[in-house]
């Protein structure tokens, strides 16, 4: 006689799952909406603290806000292209930390370390100062302006934590998937395109969103190479305005900004780090 067994599941498992990703994305609506509740009520708040009445002050700022929004949007244009420069040059510099030929891997490392513990500001200054201002081939002539001279700066910090990332990824795959792969007679590029790299992908892409974010928050100092983002725009319309009790709501609205646009790719990172978190 054969003796079947049935497993049950607990009813409180089956339905645990289903309320946890509601109120996950309600947590992430919630934030998002609070957000832009904060970029609006922040800068109002800071005009009656400063001055007692907001009329005024809400009038210079819609005056200047288009101005500080262009100047924003080049915050955002720096950290996309600083990004995708440091993350292609990241890649090949983190693969290049596991290499098998120990110089390679030596010199993968100490370059990462060295950008990855310098500060950004000295990465900048490197930039700006060791750069020329132009870059001539024959008649064609370059300009580097300090604006792209900032996101090559970015970029090299950006490149050392990718190189991080991946390095970590890869080395997070158990040997055993290499061996299988060498066993199949696979090549260490093949090993790396084909087995490897598609399954610490997903582990990856949390800690680089959060790379990312560092990215942005560091953009404002840009302003010190003297490149017109939000935060030298920001300075500069206070002082053409000569009111010094527009500090508190212009630079809150400034901070806004970044908080709207930032804290939505906080909450998408936490939960991609829920739901590619590695079980053991």
Same mark, same amino acid.
């Given at each position: 006689? @054969? ?25 992430? *609506?919630?934030?998002? $909406? =609070?957000? $832009?509740?904060?970029? $609006? ?9 400063? *001055? ?6 809400? +009038? ?37 930390? $596991? ?19 310098? #500060? *950004? ?8 100062? =060791?750069?020329?201002? +132009? ?9 580097? #302006? ?29 040997? @055993? ?13 093949? @090993? ?26 560091? *953009? ?11 935060? @030298? ?20 609205? =400034?901070l806004a900004l970044f908080f709207v646009y930032s804290y939505p790719i906080s909450l998408w990172t936490l939960r991609l780090e829920r739901r590619y978190a590695i079980k053991h």
């Amino acid at each position: 006689m @054969t003796q079947h067994t049935v497993e049950h599941q607990h009813p409180l498992s089956a339905r645990s799952s289903v309320p946890r990703g509601r109120l996950a994305r309600t947590a992430l *609506t919630a934030g998002f $909406v =609070l957000s $832009v509740i904060v970029v $609006v009520t922040v800068p109002l708040y800071g005009a009656y603290a400063a *001055t007692g009445t907001s009329a005024g002050t809400l +009038e210079t700022l819609a005056k200047w806000a288009p101005l500080i929004l262009l100047g924003f949007g080049l915050n955002l244009l720096m950290s996309f292209i600083a990004m995708g420069i440091g993350t292609v040059a990241g890649v090949g510099l983190g693969i290049a930390q $596991v290499s098998q030929v120990s110089w390679v891997r030596r010199a993968a490392w100490a370059a990462t370390e060295m950008f990855r513990n310098t #500060p *950004t500001l000295i990465l900048l200054f490197m930039a700006m100062f =060791l750069l020329p201002f +132009e870059l001539r081939f024959g008649d064609l002539v370059i300009a580097l #302006p300090p604006w792209l001279k900032a996101i090559l700066g970015f970029s090299l910090s950006m490149m050392a934590y990718v190189s991080e990332i991946v390095r970590g990824g890869l080395q997070s795959i158990p040997t @055993t998937q290499w061996e299988a792969a060498e066993a199949l007679a696979f090549t260490r590029r093949d @090993t790396l395109r084909l087995v490897i790299i598609p399954q610490c992908f997903k582990q990856m892409l949390p800690p680089w969103m959060n790379v990312y974010a560092i990215m942005i928050m560091s *953009t404002p100092l840009a302003s010190i190479l003297g490149v017109h983002e939000g935060l @030298t725009i920001t300075r500069s319309a206070i002082s053409a305005e000569g009111q010094p009790e527009l500090l508190a709501p212009f630079y809150l609205f =400034l901070l806004a900004l970044f908080f709207v646009y930032s804290y939505p790719i906080s909450l998408w990172t936490l939960r991609l780090e829920r739901r590619y978190a590695i079980k053991h």
